[in-house]
């Protein structure tokens, strides 16, 4: 049974507040009013569900549930807990923001470039609010998403966020619901979309109190965070109906464009429809909004149609292009990197999509993935670094840390000239060096220690390792605050100028937008990647040296219309890493290029040529 009306607290006209929990298991519900010293017996509406109407009670008013004579607990549907997860919920008015966003209209995914942010380290000050002053900057380098890190309730002032245990109430000291909706609008007001990270695999272990109220855990199975969410079980129509009325809140309380899920491979559920493919069914939809989820399983079946017998997810992450990039530029083999390495795998994931489409893992030592040569390049998102790859390393540098300006150009280059949807991670544009490690601010003394311990368990095997930062201090979080100053600073200014003009190619050619698997090309031969995309205007390439040593790369002829007549100039430059805004030497490369020849390629070398001659077009 799905409720009625909407779980939680609303506030009515005339000073009076509906509320309506699911307890199942408890025959006495009573709504406990500490600011008005009065409890109130809620009615019984069946299938576990109880609520009134309470007179006297409006907007402000902190609240608590007692159940069958246990607690006080606060609401598992709060929308505000101004006082921290262990404190009271309250009664809020999403309604009442007046949104100036009426134009708005979602981009489609493949139109963006996103920049993955986290609220309490975006800026000095951690708030919705000073993050609106830095949108302006992400806008002029070309962004066009802002990709939210989790923003649900969690434990004290510091966290990732994927500790969250109140999926409704936005993180107070982030500027709660309130801010979240002027950030929202702010965005829209500036052509930014915005997604939502949400967390529907697990909820953190301090101030957890679903279980309390109902079976929305399920001891069947087993996630590396503790019990599953109960998506398959008995009564788990009620916790579906929860978590989709969770998504539905943030659009249309909050105008989110889109959702991430996170971790979905942690979602067990052996369901004939999946609980995934009711949420994609719920979410997405004439409004244009999409779903992008995070997995490890390279399954296909996650981003196919529904019709076509696929869970339905708009797109992915995908995990193997980071790896392949990874560990080409890097040269790192330990963890999950000892997969990968070979230039190849880079040009397979520009071609395919996964670079592990049904090969044997080292690294989980048996075949994995499945066929993904047939999903469309957009149906992938992109990147270099996220806030997963540089965290969960021991001390949560990043890439920009680990090598020269040159590679991490390069790596840059990958990103934003590939098909798929690419991704940032905050400060990634301007190059900022600030580490992004593992931080929490646990009230629980145990807890703390646990995470420690777990930490150090984690990261023993890495030889190079040296001290793992404590994800408790306070220093740990301050150094992963931006320093936005940067980006007019030396090589800081360098990486924004080359992101800018990356950026404004994607924009400028339609070959580098929506592409059709058959129209985007990759392939690989003497540490030379070369990337082929067209459309029916024109047909784009791009060529990488991805090693430290010279190379000649061979031209190839435009991959669309008539071939070129022999000898003819038929490519003209577009970009060449060598430009002396970018910090290179001055630009080498021959402006025109024709099929055949030979084409000189300095150490992590890069550069882009079109071709729109009739030849190259029809």
């Known amino acids: 049974m799905t409720p009625a009306f909407s779980l939680g607290a609303l506030p009515l006209h005339g000073g009076r507040t509906r509320f309506t929990v699911w307890a199942p298991d408890c025959r006495r519900v009573e709504l406990s009013l500490p600011d008005r010293d009065r409890v109130?017996?809620?009615?019984d509406h069946g299938q576990g569900y109880h609520g009134a109407v309470v007179d006297d009670c409006g907007v402000g008013d902190r609240y608590h549930f007692?159940?069958?004579?246990?607690?006080?607990?606060?609401?598992?549907?709060?929308?505000?807990?101004?006082?921290?997860?262990h404190g009271p919920s309250q009664v809020i008015d999403l309604q009442a923001y007046?949104?100036?966003?009426?134009?708005?209209?979602?981009?489609?995914?493949?139109?963006?470039?996103?920049?993955?942010?986290?609220?309490?380290?975006?800026?000095?000050?951690?708030?919705?609010?000073?993050?609106?002053?830095v949108l302006d900057d992400l806008v002029d380098v070309g962004i066009?998403?802002?990709?939210?890190?989790?923003?649900?309730?969690?434990?004290?002032?510091?966290?990732?966020?994927y500790d969250g245990v109140f999926p409704f109430a936005v993180q107070n000291s982030y500027g709660g619901a309130a801010g979240l909706q002027r950030f929202v609008d702010a965005c829209h007001l500036r052509g930014l979309d915005v997604i939502?990270?949400?967390?529907?695999?697990?909820?953190?272990?301090?101030?957890?109190?679903?279980?309390?109220?109902?079976?929305y855990f399920t001891d069947r199975y087993h996630t590396p965070w503790g019990p599953?969410?109960?998506?398959?079980?008995?009564?788990?129509?009620?916790?579906?109906?929860?978590?989709?009325?969770?998504?539905?809140?943030?659009?249309?309380?909050?105008?989110?464009?889109?959702?991430?899920?996170?971790?979905?491979?942690?979602?067990?559920?052996?369901?004939?429809?999946?609980f995934l493919a009711d949420l994609a069914a719920t979410v997405e939809g004439p409004s244009g909004r999409f779903l992008v989820a995070e997995s490890t399983d390279n399954n296909p079946r996650l981003v196919t149609p529904i019709t076509s017998g696929g869970i339905g997810v708009q797109a992915q992450w995908n995990d193997d292009f980071h790896h392949a990039l990874h560990a080409a530029i890097t040269g790192e083999r330990t963890g999950y990197y000892v997969d990968f390495g070979p230039v190849e795998d880079i040009a397979r994931s520009m071609d395919e999509g996964f670079v592990y489409q049904g090969e044997f893992s080292q690294f989980r030592g048996l075949d994995h993935g499945g066929p993904s040569a047939g999903i469309p390049p957009e149906r992938f998102v992109v990147f270099a670094q996220n806030h997963d790859h540089i965290g969960n390393r021991p001390r949560g540098d990043r890439l920009v840390s680990l090598v020269t300006l040159a590679q991490a150009q390069l790596a840059?280059?990958?990103?934003?000239?590939?098909?798929?949807?690419?991704?940032?991670?905050?400060?990634?544009?301007?190059?900022?060096?600030?580490?992004?490690?593992y931080f929490i601010d646990h009230g629980d003394p145990a807890l703390v220690e646990a995470v420690r311990a777990g930490r150090a368990q984690e990261f023993a095997a890495f030889s190079s390792a040296g001290e793992v930062l404590d994800a408790d201090a306070q220093a740990t979080f301050d150094m992963a605050r931006l320093d936005r100053s940067l980006r007019h600073k030396g090589d800081h200014q360098r990486q924004w100028a080359l992101h800018r003009a990356l950026i404004a190619l994607r924009r400028a050619h339609p070959a580098l937008l929506r592409t059709r698997r058959a129209?985007?090309?990759?392939?690989?031969?003497?540490?030379?990647?070369?990337?082929?995309?067209?459309?029916?205007?024109?047909?784009?390439?791009?060529?990488?040296?991805?090693?430290?040593?010279?190379?000649?790369?061979?031209?190839?002829?435009?991959?669309?219309?008539?071939?070129?007549?022999?000898?003819?100039?038929?490519?003209?430059?577009?970009?060449?890493?060598?430009?002396?805004?970018?910090?290179?030497?001055?630009?080498?490369?021959?402006?025109?290029?024709?099929?055949?020849?030979?084409?000189?390629?300095?150490p992590w070398e890069f550069c882009a040529y079109h071709c729109t001659d009739s030849w190259g077009a029809q």
């Open 412 to 437: 840059a280059a990958l990103v934003l000239l590939a098909p798929g949807v690419p991704l940032l991670f905050m400060g990634e544009e301007y190059g900022d060096p600030a580490p992004f490690p």
């Open 196 to 215: 939502l990270d949400v967390v529907y695999n697990h909820l953190g272990p301090e101030g957890n109190i679903l279980a309390s109220f109902g079976p």
């Open 66 to 85: 007692l159940l069958d004579g246990r607690g006080p607990f606060p609401d598992p549907a709060s929308r505000a807990q101004p006082e921290g997860v």
């Open 144 to 161: 066009s998403a802002v990709e939210l890190m989790p923003v649900a309730q969690f434990p004290g002032r510091r966290n990732w966020g």
């Open 228 to 274: 599953a969410i109960n998506f398959d079980g008995p009564r788990s129509n009620d916790v579906r109906a929860y978590f989709l009325a969770n998504a539905r809140q943030w659009s249309s309380d909050f105008h989110v464009d889109g959702l991430r899920l996170d971790a979905v491979h942690e979602i067990i559920d052996r369901s004939a429809i999946p």
């Open 519 to 602: 129209s985007a090309r990759a392939f690989s031969s003497a540490n030379v990647v070369t990337l082929l995309r067209s459309d029916p205007r024109e047909a784009v390439l791009a060529l990488f040296n991805v090693s430290a040593a010279a190379v000649e790369a061979v031209v190839p002829p435009p991959p669309v219309g008539r071939p070129a007549p022999e000898g003819s100039a038929c490519w003209s430059k577009l970009l060449d890493a060598g430009a002396p805004e970018f910090g290179g030497n001055g630009e080498a490369l021959s402006h025109v290029l024709a099929a055949g020849d030979t084409l000189p390629l300095g």
């Open 40 to 43: 109130v017996k809620l009615s």
């Open 98 to 133: 007046r949104w100036g966003d009426a134009t708005h209209r979602p981009r489609p995914l493949w139109e963006h470039v996103i920049s993955e942010v986290h609220i309490g380290t975006f800026t000095p000050e951690g708030t919705f609010d000073s993050a609106v002053d």
